[in-house]
């Protein structure tokens, strides 16, 4: 395996910036993205690069904050000279620093795939900085809304991270509803960085007593999983969706060692939106390519990066996305040819028309389409192991 401390910018290296969330709370967010992103970097590293040059990742931890974010993007530019930003996680860190990827237009940085659904790098001023992949939560939460009032359940409750990526999902499910001459009933929020072993009892009981029918979570995976426990606890076994930044196997494990340790089951009437299709569903070309690279490679995150205690997932959601964006990325290096330039970087993704990557879905970009992927994805948890939802008349008001 190709050493991780690599990083030079060089004739034969391609270097991509990552800032990320790889400790705390959400640390498995990044550790998870960035390993499923070596994973299909690692293959066309050892199969000769792109045309002879090897694409590298250089990480910085930024916990999941703004501040330290802006600071790794500004050190990225200024002394790291990396030739794209990537795979960076989380609302409130992305929408910081693109005011810093308008200042740097001259340079031509730019920022592709980050794990975020968020608006505001989807809308100008800023959308011509930034590629995204995945569908936006929005898109996201305003069709968890619509399956559920399609089954009677048009009392809705909103749990969320009070800040700009709460916000974001707050405005697919108000749009929605609005447009079906309805509100939110309800809405409880908790602050970012909370933990699992937090209370989540006061939130719970927010929304119980607004009659909420099911809950809408926008939230890490800590907190949403403490909710969940929580109201779980107190005998509401109502229908509870979060969305795709939630890191499902990571929510589903906290629940799953609560069970262990109180014979109580927290797993049930769980549903959660994805933005890339199941990594159980092998009759895809991508699906069985993530599987077997993963398992070949089983890259590792840098020693500097991780809690020593963290045990990397074999399969996730979030590592699948993470893969699809290499995918993606090799591809655009490769149509900048021989000599990638940045200043080539904006004409050659908006070029990209009907690409395949083996999934359900085909890529397209073009100058006012900054977004490539559109569809949502639903699951369920299920004998052990999330299940793509098409039928929601279990939970029929």
């Not at 959400?26 to 994973?39: C, D, F, I, P, V």
């Not at 920022?111 to 968020?118: C, I, M, N, V």
């Not at 509870?240 to 890191?247: K, L």
């Amino acid at each position: 395996m190709l050493p991780f401390t690599i990083f030079a910018q060089s004739e034969d290296t391609i270097v991509l910036g990552m800032s990320a969330a790889f400790k705390g709370p959400t640390g498995g967010l990044g550790s998870e993205l960035y390993r499923g992103a070596m994973a299909y970097f690692e293959h066309i590293n050892r199969n000769g690069g792109i045309n002879g040059k090897k694409i590298l990742i250089k990480a910085y931890d930024d916990g999941y904050n703004p501040i330290p974010t802006i600071k790794n993007t500004i050190k990225f530019i200024e002394e790291d000279k990396v030739f794209a930003l990537f795979n960076y996680v989380g609302t409130p860190t992305v929408t910081r620093i693109l005011p810093i990827l308008k200042s740097n237009s001259d340079r031509n940085i730019y920022l592709f795939f980050p794990f975020t659904g968020a608006m505001p790098h989807r809308k100008p001023p800023y959308d011509e900085y930034v590629f995204n992949l995945r569908a936006s939560y929005e898109q996201e939460t305003g069709g968890l809304v619509e399956n559920f009032l399609k089954i009677g359940r048009k009392k809705i409750g909103y749990f969320y991270q009070v800040d700009a990526y709460g916000r974001s999902g707050w405005e697919g499910v108000r749009k929605t509803l609005a447009k079906h001459g309805l509100k939110i009933v309800g809405e409880a929020t908790y602050k970012r960085g909370a933990k699992y072993s937090d209370s989540f009892v006061r939130q719970v009981e927010i929304l119980k007593n607004s009659g909420a029918e099911a809950i809408i979570s926008v939230g890490a995976y800590a907190a949403c999983a403490g909710f969940i426990r929580d109201a779980r606890n107190l005998g509401w076994d109502v229908p509870i969706a979060n969305v795709s930044f939630v890191g499902s196997e990571f929510m589903i494990n906290l629940l799953l060692e609560e069970e262990r340790k109180t014979g109580n089951v927290y797993t049930k009437n769980l549903i959660n939106a994805q933005v890339v299709p199941s990594y159980e569903d092998m009759g895809l070309k991508a699906v069985r390519q993530y599987r077997e690279l993963m398992d070949k490679y089983n890259p590792q995150i840098p020693a500097d990066l991780t809690d020593k205690d963290y045990k990397p997932l074999r399969y996730s959601f979030v590592s699948f996305e993470g893969f699809l964006n290499a995918k993606v990325m090799v591809e655009i290096i490769k149509r900048l040819g021989k000599e990638p330039k940045r200043e080539k970087i904006k004409e050659t993704v908006e070029s990209i028309k009907d690409l395949d990557i083996g999934i359900d879905e085909k890529i397209s970009f073009s100058k006012t389409r900054h977004q490539a992927l559109q569809k949502v994805y639903y699951t369920t948890y299920k004998n052990g192991k999330f299940v793509p939802l098409n039928d929601w008349s279990e939970w029929k008001k």
